[in-house]
Nanobody
Framework: QVQLVESGGGLVQAGGSLRLSCAAS????????IAWYRQAPGKQREEVAI???????IYADSVKGRFTISRENGKDTVYLQMNNLKPEDTAVYYC?????????????WGQGTQVTVSS
């Protein structure tokens, strides 16, 4: 199994920046991808960014050019650098790890971290 712990959320003014961290532990050598999701009140959870074990990245259109997902070499931590934040970015942000050879039923989720962007 993989355990995930997010951190770095908070309150920021529009136009500001935050960096979220997702620290993985456990069977981290089995991880194929780590993704960041977010869920705003009354809305469905949406995928924001994903990074593969090979370093490839994909972003939602709503965050392209503003958010950057990265992985620290040699450490089982994935970051989400969020710049030029907008009020519509307000949500609980979660990271999710998928493992090689396992269906999505075995994906691991963190507990979430709140990001609030004031106008």
């Amino acid at each position: 199994q993989v355990q995930l712990v997010e951190s770095g959320g908070g309150l920021v003014q529009a136009g500001g920046s935050l960096r979220l961290s997702c620290a993985a532990s456990g069977s981290t050598n089995e991880i194929s991808t780590i993704a960041w999701y977010r869920q705003a009140p009354g809305k469905q959870r949406e995928e924001v960014a994903i990074i593969t074990s090979g370093g490839s990245t994909i972003y939602a259109d709503s965050v392209k050019g503003r958010f950057t997902i990265s992985r620290e070499n040699g450490k089982d931590t994935v970051y989400l650098q969020m710049n030029n934040l907008k009020p519509e970015d307000t949500a609980v942000y979660y990271c999710k790890a998928s493992r090689r050879g396992y269906s999505s039923l075995y994906d691991s989720w963190g507990q979430g971290t709140q990001v609030t962007v004031s106008s």
